[in-house]
């Protein structure tokens, strides 16, 4: 069974203008899955509540995306743009992550993808940046937490770009174990091998730094040793920050990965956590319009069981 796919309307109203985060990403990708064989189980989501991105923001930071939104759009850093749409796309995009968990916890679904952008996970508590909002898997990793009551929930993160806001979120708390292959030096610069976490948190956070010229056959080997520690987590549940930017042809990043390994990283997540209660991913980077679908295919039949 192929896993289900959340998607709502608004994320293609988010307007960046001239940017390579581009409505076109989701409208390619939604093509290409309507095409494929198997056919294609497209839910609507929920909008997550201030509430629920209240778990992992400030309500400064909340009100203000909300308010540049209402006041007809703006950039807040050089690369991260509000339009009209915006808030109203990015609560939608969290609120697709929340709920693939709700139909994979009640067995609604085997696995499940949040189509969405804005994407989330260089977003800080306070700050919004790199083309982040809402930090959507943080946000689903503490309503698992929070309103589900889970004790451990590991957040892979396999964009090419390091997930500062992501780390930054759990880096004292010992219920959320983060795993990060990027880049680096990169941006956003964070990620180095010894952030490992502190206090509670002290050893679940996860960084492997990689050069740029590491090939697919080292990634894989890579990701799949460090998938080994994730496992000894012993995670109930695991979100995935599904970023497609280490394709080797991505526009602006870059590493030296193929369509064929999005299956491959997918496949090494669902055998790895095979005692976790589901398995939900949530789309991040990927800019290159031609191979995106097709990574993003290849990763859901990863996860197929
Ligand atoms: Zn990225």
């Given at each position: 069974m192929r896993p289900t796919v959340f998607y709502h309307e608004s994320s293609l109203r988010h307007d960046t203008?001239?940017?390579?985060?581009?409505?076109a990403r989701v409208e390619r990708i939604l093509d290409h899955l309507h095409s494929a064989s198997g056919g294609l189980d497209l839910r609507?989501?929920?909008?997550?509540?201030?509430?629920?991105?209240?778990?992992?923001?400030?309500?400064?930071?909340?009100?203000?995306?909300?308010?540049?939104?209402?006041?007809?759009?703006g950039h807040l850093d050089a690369d991260t743009v509000v339009s009209p749409d915006s808030y109203t796309a990015a609560l939608y995009a969290a609120g697709a992550t929340l709920s693939a968990i709700d139909a994979v916890l009640a067995g609604d679904a085997p696995a499940a993808f949040a189509l969405v952008r804005p994407p989330g996970h260089h977003a800080r508590a306070g700050v919004a940046m790199g083309f982040c909002l809402f930090n959507n898997v943080a946000i689903g990793a503490?309503?698992?937490?929070?309103?589900?009551?889970?004790?451990?929930?590991?957040?892979v993160d396999w964009d090419v770009h390091h997930g500062n806001g992501t780390q930054e979120t759990f880096y004292r708390d010992g219920k959320v174990f983060y795993l990060s292959l990027h880049r680096h030096p990169f941006y956003p610069g964070t990620g180095a091998a010894d952030e490992r976490g502190a206090e509670s948190g002290a050893g679940t956070t996860l960084n492997v730094p990689l050069p740029a010229t590491t090939s697919s056959e080292e990634y894989r080997r890579i990701f799949g040793e460090a998938m080994g520690e994730v496992a000894d987590f012993r995670p109930e549940f695991v979100l995935i920050s599904a970023g497609f930017d280490a394709y080797r042809e991505d526009p602006i990043a870059g590493l030296n990965l193929d369509i064929d390994d999005y299956g491959d990283l997918a496949a090494r997540v669902r055998v790895a956590c095979s005692e976790a209660?589901?398995?939900v991913s949530s789309l991040e980077g990927g800019y290159n319009l031609e191979a995106l679908p097709k990574c993003v295919a290849a990763h859901l039949d990863g996860l197929d069981e």
């Open positions: 203008g001239s940017h390579p985060e581009t409505a609507s989501p929920r909008a997550a509540s201030p509430e629920d991105v209240g778990r992992v923001h400030t309500e400064t930071h909340i009100a203000r995306i909300r308010d540049v939104a209402h006041a007809g759009g503490r309503y698992l937490v929070e309103e589900k009551g889970l004790s451990r929930v590991a957040i209660r589901g398995i």
